[in-house]
């Protein structure tokens, strides 16, 4: 049966039994990727400056400031780093838990609590399980020093898979308080991300403690934690903190990659509707849209491989504020976004001079951006404007 049939098969059952809501982001195109030549003169006349604070890092993956001006920061292979404010030293925290390193699977986000200069709580997403059955978890505990205490998970995706790929992990606490987790669709089940009563292909909303909130979508219908459905694999969250918006980016196949705009409820269409074919050249879906489906925000065809997201408000950098910085894997720079009436206007690559990977990038509690490379010696690198 061809796939587009076993999808189509899928989503008249979650559009049964589970419901399908539509949210009102506007569907839009960016030219194709491509390579940007830049040099530190043109980093300089574009008025920002990038300092290198400390490399040798093993694919890092994930970076948190602390209120010190210190950081935290994750290791694809299983170390969660404390980093000093000037890069000078490191330490392995100690008390994280154990992960499933294979594939894409490790450590993945890393997050302070709201709070947490009073509670001190940091959350990490993580591969959890073994090459049979794992999933995407978030482990909870409190940093002490260079310990963690107290830790304990307090999600772990109820559907274990026995692939490798497509774990999401990113997160992002909400004004309420709530927490939320992407998860991705594990590359071979991706009929399971419009299927409401699974936790793949989902963005999951929980309280900081893991419980359940009352007003969760779907929670009358036995999918107590999913809030959105039709994700592919997100590895971008954000929050515009003037609006309120919540913004996610996903990967595609071959093109085909999202930005889309989170409303509760909503289905963002993956794998029904896509502007992305599938790696041997087939079409994944016949459709680009469907109704009852959100369209995309944004649409990169070919792929860009987004990874890392902020919307930046900080005083450092005037010309960004309340744009998007996306990090871009294939491409290695950060684009630029520039959002006008719930549209992408224009689309402006920064840091291409650096040649390499960027897994993810931050507003930093000083307003500066903070870039992580994705590499065997990956760095973790500041942005400041040049004086």
């Known amino acids: 049966m061809p796939v587009f049939a076993v999808t189509l098969r899928f989503i008249a059952a979650a559009g049964l039994s589970f419901g399908l809501h539509a949210g009102s982001a506007h569907a839009g195109s960016a030219p194709a990727g491509s390579a940007h030549a830049a040099s530190a003169d043109a980093a300089a006349a574009s008025g920002y400056h990038l300092e290198t604070l400390t490399e040798g890092l093993q694919h890092p993956w994930s970076v948190a400031q602390l209120p010190d001006g210190s950081f935290l920061v994750t290791e694809r292979g299983g170390a969660l780093l ?8 490191r330490t392995a925290l100690e008390g994280a838990p154990a992960t499933f390193v294979a594939g894409q699977g490790g450590y993945f986000d890393v997050l302070l609590h709201p709070q947490f200069a009073r509670n001190q709580l940091v959350y990490l997403s993580y591969a959890k399980g073994d090459k049979s059955a794992n999933g995407t978890a978030i482990f909870r505990a409190r940093l002490s020093g260079n310990r963690l205490m107290d830790g304990e998970d307090i999600l772990w995706v109820a559907d274990r898979k026995n692939t490798a790929q497509h774990y999401g992990g990113r997160m992002l606490f909400l004004p309420d308080g709530t927490l939320l987790l992407a998860t991705g669709d594990g590359f071979d089940f991706r009929e399971k991300a419009q299927d409401g009563a699974n936790e793949l292909g989902k963005v999951l909303r929980i309280h900081d403690d ?8 779907f929670r009358a219908r036995g999918s107590e934690r999913v809030w959105t459905l039709g994700h592919r694999n997100p590895q971008g969250l954000a929050l515009d903190r003037a609006s309120g918006t919540i913004y996610l980016h996903e990967h595609g196949p071959r093109g085909g990659d999202e930005v889309n705009v989170l409303r509760a409820a909503s289905n963002y269409g993956w794998p029904a509707a896509t502007q992305g074919v599938d790696y ?3 079409y994944v879906s016949p459709y680009s849209e469907l109704p009852g489906m959100a369209p995309p925000l944004h649409v990169w065809v070919p792929s860009i491989a987004p990874s890392g997201l902020a919307w930046y408000g900080g005083e450092p950098f005037p010309a960004w504020q309340g744009k998007l910085l996306v990090g871009a894997l294939v491409d290695k720079e950060v684009r630029l976004l520039t959002l006008r009436d719930g549209a992408v206007i224009d689309e402006t690559p920064l840091f291409a001079e650096l040649g390499v990977r960027i897994r993810d990038v931050r507003e ?24």
Do not use: C, K, M
Request: charged residues 20%; without cysteine.
């Open 364 to 387: 930093g509690a000083d307003g500066f951006v903070y870039l992580l490379t994705d590499e065997e010696n990956g760095a973790l690198i500041r942005v400041t404007p040049t004086r």
């Open 280 to 282: 041997s050249g087939a």
């Open 210 to 217: 893991g419980s359940v909130p009352d007003d969760n979508p």
């Open 82 to 89: 404390h980093i000093q404010a000037d890069g000078t030293g």
